[in-house]
């Protein structure tokens, strides 16, 4: 029986609460009416018409049905308007009405509502105020102005909410006391609101507003939880023997303050350890440091320290990394654990991620941590379309970490806006060419390449399709050409959003057919002379001796030189002027003058006398003979005792005898049938 009692009074209240007076009170008639305040008017309110009739004029009836029994009274609103307020003084306290509103045409809309003005008050919100913020937080208000000769007191409640946050936590009204209210259970360091709202305690009236918003910051506490560290290599190019230790900042609900600084301790190798001190959020550190810890601090105190161990990087690494777009917003990451039994599996693991084309990859970097047992994780962040990122997991081990491999993953992929690079051809027959290129950039690429596809146009044909050609190859054999002629050619590459721009156009020809021929002539003359040079080279001596055999003397045979001939002249100086003509000033050496007797035994064989030759011999030192002194006379032998010198032979144009010409003169042996 209690139980009924209890909801008819919870559906009585309602019924109140939303307006709903003795008549009618099983259906909702739409027409509201509270008094604003114990001493304001009383504001009535209706539902208005809609479509042609939006801007009827509605006219609302107030009678009396107490003091002044039969008495109607009307208050006509503007054009349009769905609402009215009658003025305290056209009420009477405690007097009973009866409302209801009719339309221009004199139609009623409303049911007929019963009411009583001191039992329809709306108050106003009360006023909040703060009385202490630490280590509490205690807030009281001030009651609305209230008349004693209305209900006795008012009853309020309480709502807070963290500040920017839409869901509101309602105060339960027994745990409200008169006035006031201390929060127990609220986050450190955290901005709230409260705002309260006030009734007539016997639930005669309507709930106020509620109040204007009271704003205020809980005190600091006790951090919570481990600082999120991880580290970048330096680049191989930047030269920098050192590597960046990164970590995130703590979040709101584990800072519990103001992050004043962080503490980090570092050893490297068997060195003992160093400390520092350092702002968020990164730190260069010694390239050989092996183990980092590092604390986050607030006033109150620090956190636990976390810690991060380099010392081994080749440990046992996740295998069979996959990373899948999820709904075009997320990549969801899947890997395996490593198999190695000495190890086992590691404490936890670490996905790392980061903008693949970025010039700055600590500026795009991120990463996630995944406790040891899970073998997937899903990454959600600002991810941009078409931005190919890079993933790795990690295995966190107590002494070190071990890597996989990269992967690369879009969130979205679009089609490419390039071709391929590069593009070169060469000709391996008259009909065939090897086409190569490079692969499209990969800022450009927007996607996974699935493969390409190669254009081939004459200019009197269209062009033929070649496709599809793997994404991992960089050349293509092109066979079925014709000869002699030019060709167009060009590329493009297709991701799983379609095929993208082409490439610029490459020209190309193919060989003549004719040129074959010249260039195999070529060939062969090379060859032949290639060859013979070798031949010559090894038969050099064969060569020579066979010449000498075959050609005349004259071409072989080497001749003297005249100007470096040692043999004296004897010249006319008046009568030749050549390059042996010897200073006037030089002092002749002496001459010695040989007479060849042609001997008896050859006289008549029929050989003519040779005549007398005059040779100038060089002057003997000094000193060789009593008989060559300075001013010794020439000597000269008989070539035989009728034989005439060559000057009586020739007379006055005698001419000069070098000895060159004895080189074509026949020996002695030669002339007596010797040789």
Same mark, same amino acid.
């Given at each position: 029986?209690?139980?009924?009692?209890?909801?008819?009074?919870?559906?009585?209240?309602?019924?109140?609460?939303?307006? !709903?007076?003795?008549?009618?009170?099983? $259906?909702?008639?739409?027409?509201? @009416?509270?008094?604003?305040?114990?001493?304001?008017?009383?504001?009535?309110?209706?539902? #208005?018409?809609?479509?042609?009739?939006?801007?009827?004029?509605? /006219?609302?009836?107030?009678?009396?049905?107490?003091?002044?029994?039969?008495?109607?009274?009307?208050?006509?609103?503007?054009?349009?308007?769905?609402?009215?307020?009658?003025?305290?003084?056209?009420?009477?306290?405690?007097?009973?009405?009866?409302?209801?509103?009719?339309?221009?045409?004199? *139609?009623?809309?409303?049911?007929?509502?019963?009411?009583?003005?001191?039992?329809?008050?709306?108050?106003?919100?009360?006023?909040?105020?703060?009385?202490?913020?630490?280590?509490?937080?205690?807030?009281?208000?001030?009651?609305?102005?209230?008349?004693?000769?209305?209900?006795?007191?008012?009853?309020?409640?309480?709502?807070?909410?963290? #500040?920017? *946050?839409?869901?509101?936590?309602?105060?339960?009204?027994?745990?409200?006391?008169?006035?006031?209210?201390? !929060?127990?259970?609220?986050?450190?360091? &955290?901005?709230?609101?409260?705002?309260?709202?006030?009734?007539?305690?016997?639930?005669?009236?309507?709930?106020?507003?509620?109040?204007?918003?009271? /704003?205020?910051?809980?005190?600091?506490? =006790?951090?919570?939880?481990?600082?999120?560290?991880?580290?970048?290599?330096?680049? %191989?190019?930047?030269?920098?023997?050192?590597?960046?230790?990164?970590?995130?900042?703590?979040?709101?609900?584990?800072?519990?303050?103001?992050?004043?600084?962080?503490?980090?301790?570092?050893?490297?190798?068997?060195?003992?350890?160093?400390?520092?001190?350092?702002?968020? @959020?990164?730190?260069?550190?010694?390239?050989?440091?092996?183990?980092?810890?590092?604390?986050?601090?607030?006033?109150?105190?620090?956190?636990? %320290?976390?810690?991060?161990?380099?010392?081994?990087?080749?440990?046992?690494?996740?295998?069979?990394?996959?990373?899948?777009?999820?709904?075009?917003?997320?990549?969801?990451?899947?890997?395996?654990?490593?198999?190695?039994?000495?190890?086992?599996?590691?404490?936890?693991?670490?996905? $790392?991620?980061?903008?693949?084309?970025?010039?700055?990859?600590?500026?795009?970097?991120? +990463?996630?941590?995944?406790?040891?047992?899970?073998?997937?994780?899903?990454?959600?962040?600002?991810?941009?379309?078409?931005?190919?990122?890079?993933?790795?997991?990690?295995?966190?081990?107590?002494?070190?970490?071990?890597?996989?491999?990269?992967?690369?993953?879009?969130?979205?992929?679009?089609?490419?806006?390039?071709?391929?690079?590069?593009?070169?051809?060469?000709?391996?027959?008259?009909?065939?060419?090897?086409?190569?290129?490079?692969?499209?950039?990969?800022?450009?690429?927007?996607?996974?390449?699935?493969?390409?596809?190669?254009?081939?146009? &004459?200019?009197?044909?269209?062009?033929?399709?070649?496709?599809?050609?793997?994404?991992?190859?960089?050349?293509?054999?092109?066979?079925?050409?014709?000869?002699?002629?030019?060709?167009?050619? +060009?590329?493009?590459?297709? &991701?799983?959003?379609?095929?993208?721009?082409?490439?610029?156009?490459?020209?190309?020809?193919?060989?003549?057919?004719? +040129?074959?021929?010249?260039?195999?002539?070529?060939?062969?003359?090379? !060859?032949?002379?290639?060859?013979? @040079?070798?031949?010559?080279?090894?038969?050099?001596?064969?060569?020579?001796?066979?010449?000498?055999?075959?050609?005349?003397?004259?071409?072989?045979?080497?001749?003297?030189?005249?100007?470096?001939?040692?043999?004296?002249?004897?010249?006319?100086?008046?009568?030749?002027?050549?390059?042996?003509?010897?200073?006037? =000033?030089?002092?002749?050496?002496?001459?010695?003058?040989?007479?060849?007797?042609?001997?008896?035994?050859?006289?008549?064989?029929?050989?003519?006398?040779?005549?007398?030759?005059?040779?100038?011999?060089?002057?003997?030192?000094?000193?060789?003979?009593?008989?060559?002194?300075?001013?010794?006379?020439?000597? /000269?032998?008989?070539?035989?005792?009728?034989?005439?010198?060559?000057?009586?032979? +020739?007379?006055?144009?005698?001419?000069?005898?070098?000895?060159?010409?004895?080189?074509?003169?026949?020996?002695?042996?030669?002339?007596?049938?010797?040789?």
């Amino acid at each position: 029986m209690r139980k009924r009692w209890r909801g008819a009074w919870l559906l009585l209240l309602a019924l109140e609460t939303f307006g !709903f007076r003795e008549g009618d009170p099983e $259906e909702p008639t739409g027409l509201m @009416c509270y008094q604003m305040g114990p001493s304001g008017g009383m504001n009535c309110t209706w539902p #208005s018409r809609t479509g042609p009739e939006a801007n009827t004029t509605y /006219t609302l009836h107030y009678q009396s049905l107490k003091f002044k029994r039969n008495q109607t009274r009307s208050s006509q609103a503007p054009a349009g308007q769905s609402w009215v307020v009658i003025g305290r003084s056209s009420l009477t306290h405690n007097e009973n009405y009866a409302v209801w509103v009719e339309a221009g045409d004199g *139609t009623q809309i409303t049911p007929r509502l019963t009411l009583t003005p001191h039992e329809i008050v709306k108050p106003d919100p009360p006023v909040l105020s703060l009385v202490d913020v630490t280590p509490v937080v205690t807030v009281t208000w001030t009651n609305p102005q209230w008349p004693q000769h209305f209900s006795p007191d008012l009853a309020c409640h309480l709502r807070y909410r963290v #500040s920017g *946050t839409p869901n509101w936590t309602r105060v339960h009204e027994e745990d409200v006391e008169p006035n006031s209210y201390e !929060f127990s259970s609220l986050e450190p360091f &955290t901005a709230y609101e409260v705002q309260a709202r006030c009734i007539p305690r016997d639930r005669k009236g309507f709930w106020s507003d509620w109040s204007p918003s009271q /704003t205020f910051r809980t005190p600091e506490a =006790a951090l919570l939880g481990l600082v999120d560290v991880w580290r970048v290599a330096s680049p %191989p190019e930047s030269g920098e023997t050192s590597l960046l230790l990164l970590w995130k900042p703590l979040n709101s609900e584990a800072a519990r303050g103001v992050i004043r600084s962080y503490s980090l301790a570092f050893r490297s190798g068997s060195n003992s350890s160093e400390s520092l001190e350092s702002a968020c @959020c990164n730190v260069s550190l010694p390239s050989r440091t092996t183990h980092v810890w590092i604390s986050a601090n607030n006033h109150v105190g620090r956190t636990q %320290p976390a810690n991060l161990s380099l010392e081994r990087q080749d440990l046992p690494a996740p295998a069979g990394v996959r990373a899948a777009a999820v709904h075009g917003q997320d990549l969801l990451v899947t890997w395996e654990p490593s198999k190695d039994p000495l190890e086992g599996e590691p404490m936890e693991y670490l996905v $790392e991620w980061a903008e693949e084309c970025s010039s700055s990859k600590v500026a795009s970097l991120d +990463w996630v941590r995944r406790p040891a047992g899970t073998h997937r994780a899903l990454l959600t962040g600002d991810f941009r379309p078409r931005v190919p990122y890079q993933v790795r997991v990690y295995g966190l081990y107590p002494g070190g970490f071990g890597a996989s491999a990269p992967v690369r993953a879009y969130i979205q992929e679009g089609v490419p806006s390039a071709g391929p690079q590069g593009l070169q051809d060469h000709s391996i027959s008259k009909e065939a060419s090897i086409i190569s290129w490079e692969a499209i950039p990969l800022a450009q690429r927007n996607g996974h390449i699935t493969h390409y596809t190669l254009y081939l146009a &004459t200019p009197t044909e269209s062009p033929q399709t070649y496709q599809p050609i793997a994404a991992t190859e960089t050349s293509y054999n092109l066979s079925g050409l014709e000869p002699g002629t030019s060709y167009q050619l +060009w590329m493009t590459g297709s &991701t799983s959003a379609g095929e993208g721009n082409a490439s610029s156009i490459h020209l190309f020809h193919t060989p003549d057919s004719r +040129w074959e021929v010249v260039l195999a002539s070529l060939l062969a003359v090379g !060859f032949l002379l290639f060859l013979a @040079c070798v031949l010559g080279a090894i038969l050099h001596v064969q060569l020579l001796d066979l010449c000498q055999k075959v050609l005349p003397s004259w071409c072989w045979e080497k001749v003297p030189d005249a100007t470096h001939s040692r043999i004296m002249l004897h010249e006319d100086p008046h009568s030749y002027r050549g390059p042996l003509v010897r200073a006037k =000033a030089a002092e002749e050496p002496p001459i010695t003058e040989l007479h060849i007797a042609e001997p008896a035994e050859h006289v008549n064989h029929g050989y003519s006398t040779l005549l007398q030759l005059e040779s100038p011999l060089p002057a003997r030192p000094h000193g060789a003979g009593a008989d060559d002194g300075p001013g010794s006379k020439p000597r /000269t032998e008989e070539l035989g005792p009728s034989s005439p010198t060559l000057e009586e032979a +020739w007379g006055e144009q005698a001419p000069v005898i070098s000895g060159y010409e004895k080189h074509f003169m026949p020996t002695l042996e030669e002339v007596l049938g010797l040789a």
